[in-house]
């Protein structure tokens, strides 16, 4: 009787297409990542990411204002330390840049979640993100240790969640175990359990001041300890590991080229599951939309819709305030 259904009835209007939405983005579930580095009423461009910032603590609280009005509750902090060494002191010191900056804005913003993460790179001189040994390896047991401590020194400062960004293993264990030795028990760890040798870390990097270094017994890149961007069954290992040693939310990033670790992430594990919209997947839609060839807003929702409808409960994402912003008026 009917040569075919119409599937375009449930497209006629907006608000028929809403109601036969099957994922919908919003705001509770962003977190947005901030660069902090020392310094007053400091608000320095970053070339390789427009739109994206590195504060001085003072001028971060006052943004912090615009992003409680979008809804955004929960913050990614990096630190950009003024100095650098080979013991990675700027990352554990109670003076040190995060911890500082932690302290300010739970005081002013007891209600935000600040996510503070926990890595040696951008702390290093040579830009790795555990300790240099004699030889020219990535010394992985040596890094936990200072791993830990930094772990311990952003609780008492005040983060609301640890999440360890270095890809050394057992890290998750070493702090865990450092957290619950010192009364920091109920603090969760979101790791970033899948993350991928990736070249979409690139701008980030230039923001960060992290690139690894060249040189004679320095590894060129960080394929000895992140993941091959090839491998699927490796990142459940991984996770599975993780949840094993007291990890809470587990992470997969970058997030647009790894949709299918995504999904099979959610189908296997229960625990929540964040995934990050990195530097270089936020840098290539603004570059686009800056020539005119896409439009930046459903450039950017389409690709935040993608990554929850693969799974993930939590999206860090460098759009997450102008999203949130734009979702109240979608
Ligand atoms: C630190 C770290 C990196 C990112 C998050 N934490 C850089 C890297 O591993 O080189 C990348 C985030 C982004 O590209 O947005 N290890």
Known sequence: MFPFNRPRRLRNSKNI??????????????????????????????????GQFRFSPDALLKELEALAKSGVKSILLFGIPEKKDLKASGAFSDRGIVQMAVCAIKKEFPELTVITDVCLCAYMSHGHCGVLSERGNIDNDASL???????LSHAEAGSDIIAPSDMMDGRVRAIRESLEQNY????????????????????????????PQTGKKIPKDRKTYQMDPANLREAMREMKQDLKEGADILMVKPALAYLDVIREARNRFDAPLAAYL?????????????????????????????????????????????????????
């Open 184 to 211: 920091f028990e109920n603090l969760p760890i979101m790791s970033y359990s899948v993350k991928y040798a990736s070249a979409f870390y690139g701008p980030f990097r230039d923001a960060a001041h992290s690139s």
């Open 17 to 50: 297409r809403k109601l036969v939405r099957e994922t919908n983005v919003h705001a509770d579930q962003l977190v947005m990542p901030y660069f902090v580095q020392a310094g007053k009423n400091r608000k320095e461009k970053i070339d390789s990411m427009p």
């Open 145 to 151: 240790k200072i791993l830990s401590q930094v772990a």
């Open 278 to 330: 990195v530097s270089g997947e936020y840098s290539m839609i603004k570059a686009a939309a800056q020539k005119g060839w896409l439009d930046e807003k459903q450039a950017i929702l389409e690709v935040t819709t993608s990554v929850v409808r693969a799974g993930a409960d939590i999206v860090i994402s460098y759009s997450a305030k102008d999203l949130a912003d734009w979702l109240k008026s979608c």
